[in-house]
C-alpha cells in the first residue's frame, strides 16, 4: 500500500465582525496555501461569531505557518487547529455489528448457551460445516508485521493498525467482506507462520500487508502451502494484477503486443517480482528487472536467493548496465522504487510511443511535466493524476471471487482473469492516453473481477462451491 501527500484540518475561529470581514479571513487563508472546502456555523453572534473552517493543504508543512497567519489576524482568535484525519480516527474506524438482535431469554438461549451447543458438534462432526454456519465465509485477516507501511517503512505494529483499519473497510464498502487487521508484534518469519496458521480457522481467506522483503516471499508461499484458504500478499499481486490492467489497455492504444515489447521493471521488491511474473504469465518475453545496483541478469550471483531465481525467468540477452543503458529500446518503464531515478532523457530513448508507469510514491520516478515531451501513456500510483493504478480496484473483487467460490487458494488463473477483468471496464470508445484504467469507485469493478475469478476458480478445480449464479455453467 502506498501514500500521498496533503491533508485537510479544521479551524476553529472566534470572529469580530466589527473588526474583521470573513472575506479578509478567507484571503489570508488563500495566501498561506489553504483551501476553504467546508463552513460550519459553531455559535452565531451579532458581533462574534464562532465558525468551524474545514481546509485542504496539498502540503502539510504548511498547516503551522497557515495557523500563525490566522492567529495574528485582529479580531480572530484562533480557538483550536484540528486535523480532519486526526478526527476521523479517534477511537478507530471500524467497530463489530450483531446481525440478529438479543431482546429475550429465548434469543439468548439461541445465540449462546445452551443452543448454540448443537452448532458446536454439528461442526464438530462436518467441520466444513463452519463455512455455512460461522462467520467465517465472509471473513478475512488483514496480517501485517508493520515492517514496510506505506512509504514509511519498518514503523511497527501499533502504528501499522490505522492502515489495516483502513484496508479492512474498504473489503467492506467495496465488495461486503468482513475483514479484520491483525498486526503482529514479531518480524520472525516462523513465528508469524505459526501465529497466522493459528487464527485461520476463524477466517476464510488471509490478507498480507506491509510485510517487508525478502520475508515476505517466504511467508505466503509457506502458509499457500500449509493452508486450505485463500493467502494473498496485496503488496505483491494486487499491484500486479492493476498493472497488468492498465498495461493491456495501454498496448491497445500504442498498437503492439504484449509478446514483442521490452519492458523495464525498475524496483526488485515484492511488488517488482509479483508483477514481472505477472507480465510474463501475459505473454511478454523480454522484461529486465533493475535495481540500483543495475540490470539483473543471470551472470551474477546474488545473496537476495530471490534474486537469483528472478535472473534466471527474465533478461533473456543478459544486457548489463544501469537504468539508462538498458532502457534504450524499450516499450514500457514499469517503476516501483523512488522518486526521480527516471529522466526525460531516459525516456526518450525508449521505442516509439513509450508507456511509462511511474508508481513510486508520494512522487512519482519521473514527473508528468517532464515525462510529457516523449511519452505516449503515462500512469501513476497517485489519484491527482490521470491513470492511477490502485490495488483497490483488485483485492476486494479477487476476494470477494474466491470467497463466494469457497477457493482453496488464488492461484495465476485467477488473478490473470481479474487483470483482464478490470481492463475490460474499459470500453473501446472510452479508451484514450488518459484512461486505461478505470476509477476506484466505478460499481462495475468488483462484479465484474468476483465474476472472472469465480470462473477461473471453477476451471482450474480450487472452487469447492459452485455459487448460485454459476450453477447453469457450462
Not at 501527500?5 to 478567507?26: P, Q
Not at 496485496?234 to 492493476?242: C, E, I, L, R, W
Amino acid at each position: 500500500m502506498r501514500l500521498e501527500g496533503g491533508t485537510s484540518v479544521t479551524l476553529r475561529v472566534e470572529m469580530d465582525k466589527e473588526r474583521v470581514t470573513f472575506g479578509e479571513l478567507v484571503s489570508v487563508i488563500g495566501q498561506q496555501g489553504g483551501d476553504i472546502v467546508a463552513i460550519d456555523v459553531i455559535q452565531p453572534g451579532r458581533r462574534k461569531e464562532v465558525r468551524d473552517l474545514s481546509v485542504t493543504v496539498i502540503d502539510p508543512s504548511v498547516v503551522a505557518s497557515l495557523s500563525a497567519a490566522v492567529q495574528a489576524m485582529k479580531g480572530i482568535h484562533l480557538v483550536n487547529v484540528s486535523d480532519r484525519t486526526f478526527l476521523l480516527h479517534l477511537g478507530g474506524k471500524i467497530q463489530v455489528h450483531s446481525k440478529v438482535p438479543i431482546k429475550n431469554r429465548d434469543d439468548l438461549s439461541r445465540v449462546y448457551t445452551p443452543g448454540v451447543a448443537k452448532v458446536c458438534m454439528a461442526i464438530h462432526e462436518d467441520i466444513s460445516k463452519a463455512f455455512s454456519l460461522t462467520i467465517r465465509r465472509n471473513t478475512v485477516a488483514v496480517v501485517s508485521d508493520g515492517t514496510a507501511v506505506l512509504g514509511l517503512g519498518d514503523i511497527g505494529p501499533h502504528a501499522a493498525m490505522p492502515v489495516m483499519e483502513g484496508k479492512a473497510m474498504l473489503f467492506k464498502e467495496l465488495a461486503g467482506v468482513d475483514a479484520f487487521p491483525i498486526c503482529l508484534d514479531t518480524q520472525d518469519t516462523e513465528e508469524i507462520i505459526r501465529i497466522v496458521k493459528a487464527i485461520a480457522p476463524t477466517f476464510g481467506g488471509i490478507n498480507l500487508e506491509d510485510i517487508s522483503s525478502p520475508r515476505c516471499f517466504e511467508i505466503e508461499r509457506r502458509l499457500k502451502e500449509q493452508l486450505d484458504i485463500p493467502v494473498f500478499h496485496d503488496d505483491q499481486h494486487g499491484t500486479a494484477v492493476v498493472l497488468l490492467a492498465g498495461l493491456i489497455n495501454a498496448l491497445k492504444i500504442v498498437n503492439k503486443r504484449m509478446n514483442e515489447i521490452k519492458v523495464i521493471v525498475c524496483g526488485i521488491g515484492a511488488a517488482g517480482v509479483a508483477c514481472s511474473r505477472m507480465l510474463l504469465t501475459a505473454g511478454v518475453t523480454n522484461l529486465i528487472g533493475v535495481d540500483k545496483e543495475g540490470a539483473i541478469h543471470r551472470e551474477l550471483s546474488y545473496t537476495n536467493e530471490v534474486w537469483n531465481e528472478y535472473a534466471r525467468m527474465t533478461n533473456p540477452h543478459i544486457e548489463k548496465g544501469p537504468l539508462s543503458e538498458v532502457i534504450r529500446g524499450a516499450d514500457v518503464f514499469i517503476g516501483l522504487s523512488r522518486p526521480k531515478v527516471l529522466a526525460g532523457e531516459d525516456v526518450r530513448l525508449m521505442n516509439r510511443d513509450p508507456i511509462v508507469f511511474a508508481m513510486a510514491n508520494p512522487d512519482p520516478e519521473i514527473s508528468p511535466d517532464e515525462a510529457g515531451p516523449y511519452v505516449r501513456v503515462y500512469a501513476t500510483g497517485r489519484s491527482d493524476y490521470p491513470n492511477q493504478l490502485n490495488n483497490v480496484l483488485a483485492f476486494p473483487g479477487i476476494f470477494r471471487g474466491a470467497l463466494d467460490a469457497r477457493a482453496s487458494t488464488i492461484n495465476e488463473e485467477m488473478k490473470l482473469a481479474a487483470a483482464q477483468a478490470i481492463a475490460s471496464i474499459v470500453t473501446d470508445e472510452e479508451l484514450n492516453e488518459e484512461y486505461i484504467i478505470p476509477g476506484v469507485f466505478n460499481d462495475k469493478v468488483v462484479p465484474a473481477v468476483r465474476k472472472a475469478v469465480i470462473r477461473e476458480a471453477i476451471h482450474s478445480g480450487v472452487a469447492r462451491k459452485i455459487p448460485s449464479d454459476f450453477r447453469n455453467m457450462d
